[in-house]
C-alpha cells in the first residue's frame, strides 16, 4: 500500500490496481481468518522481497497486477497525507470540485476519518463543516451532498458519521433523519436511495448503519430487511447490490457490515465468503474488488486498511462503520464481529 | 488567457446553445467525446458536429462546467428561476459532461412527470452520456427509472401476460428489451468488467422480460460469442451463470410434464441452441422445452475450450467453478438457494431434497433469521454444512473434474493456469468433495 502514495500525499490507483479497503474490513470480521490478514500484513511487510519473486507472465496471457519499483516507498507518509486533506477544500471554483460536488458529503466523511485516525482532525475546520452539513438537511429529513443538491441516504449516512465524530448530532434534526429513513424501506425490506426507488444493497447497509449510530434502529423492519441482504447472497458467498447480481467487494462489505449491525453476522457462509476474499489477493501483495479487476483507490481506504492490520501509527478503525474505533465506545456502538 | 464573469457568462450561454443546436440539427447524434485543444481558436465553436458525432473542444469545458453547474443549483436553492426549456438544456448540457450529478437527472425526473419532458429523451441522453462514460451509476439508476415509467404510464403488460391485451404493448416491451440488451452490450465493449452495464441488462430481464424463457435462452446465445472475445470479463461470464441459474428457476417451476421427465433424467428431444429462428418456432413460452442437462454440459464445454485457448485467466476458473457447480447440484437434486423465481409457488422455505419433482427447491425471500426467529435453524449457513456432510451422490462428475484438473496440471507452462488449476481442486475438494 505504501508503494502507492504520490508526491501530493493523496493515494492513487497508479500502481495499477487498487488496495480495496473492503477486503481487510470484511476479513477483520472474521477472527478466525485473521490468519489471512496476517498473511496481507506480512505480505505488505516483504513486499520488496516478494517483488523479486513475482511470477513471469508467460504465455502471452499478462497478469492483472503491478511490480512493485524497487525505489518505492517503504515507509508511510503520513504528514503528506494529512496536508493533501486539508488542503482539499480550498479549490471552489475549480472545475475537479465541481465535478465531485454531488458527492462532496461523503469526500469530507473520507477526509474527516482519515485525518482522525491520523490524529491530525484538528487541522480541519469544525465550524465550517458543521454548518455546511445543517445546511445540507432538506425538508423531508434528508440529507443531500452539498447544498442545494438532492437529498439522498447515502449522504445522510456519511453526514451523521461526521456529526458523530465531532460530537455534534444536535445541529441536525435527529428526529426528520429517522423519519426519512424510515421512509424508505419497501415491502420486500430492501431500501431506496431516496425518493426516486433505486434500489440496491449499499442503502440497506446505509440505513442501518445511520439508524444504529443514531441508537433508532428498532424503527425499521429489521427481520424483513435482513431477509432483503440474504437474498443478495450468491453461491461464492459473497453478495451483489441486488438479487442475482454479481459478488463485489463494495457490496459484501454493505452487506457483511448490515449483517454486523443486526446482529446476523452468523447467517454468512463464512466458509465460502472468506475464501473468494482471500482469493482477492494478488502475488504483488496487493487485492482486487473481483476477480481479473483492476479498481481505483481510496485514501482513507488504505488508511484504514493499514489500521485493521496493526500499523501501529494509525489509530483502530472499525470495520463495521469505517469510523475510528474510540467514537464508537464514545457513543456505544460496536456491534460483534464473527468469532 | 483570462476571462472576466461577464465573458465567461456570455461564451458558456453560446456554447450551450451551441449545443442544443446540434442536437435539434441532428437528432441521431450517437456518441460524444471529448476533443483534446487546450486553446480556443478564434470564433469558432467549441462544439463540432461530424456526420453522428458529437465533440466538445476541451478549452471550454473547464469554463463551462462550474458555469451551468452553479446556476442549475442556484435554481435548486429557488435563488434564480429558469424556464422548462432553459432546464432542459441546461441539464442535458450538464449530463453530457458530468452524468454522476444525480441532481441533473432529478430534474429531469420531475419535468418527465410533469410531462414536459419525454422519457424517450431521456433514454437516448443517457445513452449517449453512456458513450463516453460507460459506468456511470446515475446514468444506469435513472435508466432505471425511466423505464419504470415507461412501463407504468402506458400500462404496458408483462410478457408472461397471457390472451386479452393486445400485442401492440409486448411488442413495445420487446423491442425496450432488445434495446437496452444493445446499450448494455455497447457499454460493456468500453469498459473491461462494467458491473453496472452488466447488473442493468439482469435488472432488464427481471423487470422487463419477467424472466422469459425464450429472452433467457436467446441471450445465452448472443452473448457466447462476445464472452469468448472478453475472456477477463468476470461481469458477463457471471451474466451467462444468471441466465443459466434463472432457466433452471423457470423450468422447474413450469409445471409441464417436461420438467418431471428432465428430473428422473428420461431422454427428451432437445431444443436446438441458440437458433433464433427455430427457438420462436418451438411453440410459446410456457411449452417451451428447455434442456437444461444438456445446456449445463454445453456450457462446460465452452469453458474447457477457452480455459485451453486462453490460459491463466481466472475469470474462465470462476466461470467453471459456477457451471459446474449447477450441473452438480441439479445432477444431485440438491436444492439450489436463492435461484430468483418470477412466480412463487414452491417457496415454501423448505430445502427439501427427497422428492424428484421439488428437486430443485427455492429458497427466495422465505429465509428464516436465526437470530430472531429462535430455534428454527434454515440459516443458508446449516444448509451449506449439511450438503458437505451428505454422502456423495454423483462422484462421476467430480472424478471427471479432477481428471480435467490432472491434464491441464500436467501440460500447461503457465504458471497462472496452474495455480487457479490447483485453486479449483482445492475449492471442489473443499465444497464439494469428501
Known amino acids: 500500500m505504501k508503494s502507492c502514495q504520490h508526491e501530493s500525499g493523496g493515494i492513487s490507483a497508479s500502481i495499477g490496481h487498487d488496495l480495496t479497503f473492503y477486503i481487510p474490513l470484511v476479513l477483520s470480521r472474521f477472527l478466525p481468518y485473521v490468519v489471512d490478514v496476517i498473511k496481507l500484513w506480512t505480505t505488505y511487510k516483504a513486499c520488496k522481497k516478494k517483488m523479486d519473486h513475482l511470477p513471469e507472465t508467460n504465455g502471452g496471457t499478462p497478469q492483472k497486477d503491478v511490480v512493485i519499483k524497487p525505489d518505492a516507498p517503504s515507509t508511510l507518509f503520513l504528514e503528506k497525507h494529512a496536508d493533501y486533506i486539508a488542503s482539499y477544500g480550498a479549490k471552489k471554483d475549480d472545475y475537479e470540485y465541481c465535478m465531485s460536488e454531488y458527492l462532496r458529503m461523503s469526500g469530507v466523511y473520507w477526509g474527516l476519518t482519515v485525518m482522525d485516525l491520523m490524529g491530525q482532525l484538528q487541522r480541519m475546520t469544525k465550524e465550517e463543516i458543521l454548518a455546511f452539513i445543517k445546511s445540507c438537511q432538506h425538508e423531508c429529513g434528508g440529507i443531500s451532498a452539498s447544498i442545494g443538491h438532492d437529498p439522498h441516504l447515502l449522504y445522510t449516512l456519511s453526514a451523521v458519521q461526521i456529526l458523530t465524530l465531532y460530537d455534534s448530532l444536535h445541529v441536525v434534526d435527529v428526529n426528520k433523519i429517522v423519519d426519512y429513513v424510515k421512509s424508505l424501506q419497501k415491502e420486500d425490506g430492501s431500501f431506496a436511495g431516496d425518493k426516486w426507488g433505486e434500489i440496491d444493497t449499499r442503502f440497506s447497509f446505509c440505513a442501518a448503519a445511520t439508524l444504529a449510530l443514531l441508537g433508532k434502529l428498532d424503527v425499521v423492519d429489521v427481520e424483513k430487511a435482513v431477509e432483503f441482504v440474504l437474498s443478495c447472497m450468491n453461491f461464492d458467498g459473497g453478495f451483489g447490490c441486488r438479487p442475482g447480481s454479481e459478488s463485489h467487494a463494495g457490496q459484501i462489505y454493505c452487506c457483511t457490515g448490515f449483517l454486523a449491525i443486526t446482529g446476523q453476522l452468523h447467517q454468512i457462509n463464512a466458509d465460502l465468503l472468506g475464501w473468494w476474499l482471500c482469493e482477492r489477493q494478488l502475488p504483488s501483495g496487493g487485492l482486487n474488488g473481483r476477480p481479473e479487476k483492476v479498481d481505483p483507490f481510496h485514501t482513507l481506504f488504505g488508511i484504514a486498511g493499514l489500521s485493521l492490520l496493526g500499523d501501529e501509527q494509525i489509530k483502530p478503525v472499525s470495520p463495521v462503520f469505517c469510523m475510528p474505533e474510540d467514537i464508537l465506545q464514545r457513543i456505544n456502538v460496536q456491534p460483534e464481529l464473527v468469532s | ?434
Open chain 2, 1 to 434: 488567457m483570462a476571462e472576466s464573469p461577464e465573458e465567461v457568462a456570455v461564451l458558456v450561454q453560446r456554447v450551450v446553445k451551441d449545443l442544443n443546436n446540434a442536437f435539434k440539427r441532428n437528432p441521431h447524434i450517437d456518441e460524444i467525446g471529448l476533443i483534446h485543444c487546450p486553446e480556443a481558436r478564434y470564433n469558432r465553436s467549441p462544439i463540432v458536429l461530424v456526420e453522428n458525432k458529437l465533440g466538445v473542444e476541451s478549452w471550454c469545458v473547464k469554463l463551462l462546467l462550474p458555469y451551468v453547474h452553479n446556476k442549475l443549483l442556484l435554481y435548486r436553492q429557488r435563488k434564480q428561476w429558469l424556464n422548462k426549456d432553459e432546464l432542459i438544456d441546461i441539464t442535458c448540457t450538464l449530463l453530457l459532461l458530468n452524468p454522476d450529478f444525480t441532481t441533473a437527472w432529478n430534474v429531469r425526473k420531475e419535468l418527465i412527470l410533469s410531462g414536459t419532458l419525454s422519457p424517450v429523451k431521456d433514454l437516448h441522453l443517457g445513452k449517449l452520456a453512456l458513450t463516453k462514460f460507460p459506468k456511470s451509476p446515475e446514468t444506469w439508476i435513472h435508466r432505471r427509472w425511466v423505464l419504470q415509467q415507461l412501463i407504468q404510464e402506458n400500462s404496458l403488460p408483462t410478457l408472461v401476460t397471457k390472451g386479452n391485451l393486445g400485442t401492440v404493448p409486448v411488442e413495445r416491451i420487446q423491442r425496450l428489451v432488445q434495446e437496452e440488451m444493445e446499450v448494455c452490450c455497447e457499454a460493456a465493449g468500453r469498459y473491461p468488467s462494467n458491473y453496472n452495464a452488466w447488473s442493468h441488462r439482469i435488472w432488464i430481464l427481471q423487470h422487463l422480460g419477467k424472466l422469459d424463457v425464450k429472452i433467457l435462452l436467446d441471450e445465452l446465445s448472443s452473448t457466447k460469442h462476445w464472452v469468448s472475445m472478453h475472456v477477463s470479463d468476470h461481469s458477463g461470464f457471471h451474466y451467462r451463470q444468471f441466465l443459466i441459474k434463472s432457466l433452471i428457476g423457470r423450468t422447474v417451476t413450469n409445471n409441464s410434464i417436461l420438467v418431471q421427465n428432465q428430473l428422473v433424467n428420461e431422454p427428451i428431444p432437445s431444443l436446438p441452441k441458440g437458433e433464433k429462428n427455430e427457438a420462436s418456432e418451438a411453440a410459446c413460452t410456457e411449452e417451451l422445452r428447455v434442456d437444461l442437462p444438456n445446456l449445463l454440459k454445453e456450457e462446460l464445454e465452452l469453458c474447457t475450450d477457452l480455459i485451453d485457448t486462453f490460459p491463466g485467466h481466472e475469470t474462465l476458473w470462476c466461470h467453471r467453478r459456477h457451471v459446474f457447480y449447477l450441473q452438480h447440484h441439479l445432477n444431485n437434486k440438491l436444492p439450489l438457494p436463492n435461484v430468483q423465481l418470477t412466480s412463487v409457488d414452491s417457496s415454501d422455505g423448505t430445502l427439501n431434497n427427497s422428492h424428484p419433482s421439488t428437486a430443485v427447491s427455492h429458497v427466495t425471500h422465505a429465509m428464516d433469521v436465526d437470530g430472531l426467529n429462535d430455534s428454527s435453524k434454515q440459516g443458508y449457513t446449516q444448509e451449506t454444512k449439511r450438503l458437505k456432510r451428505a454422502p456423495i451422490q454423483d462422484s462421476l462428475g467430480l472424478e471427471m473434474e479432477y481428471r480435467l484438473i490432472d491434464n491441464i496440471l500436467a501440460t500447461c507452462r503457465d504458471v497462472e493456469q496452474a495455480r487457479f488449476a490447483t485453486e479449483y481442486r482445492k475449492w471442489l475438494v473443499t465444497f464439494l468433495g469428501q
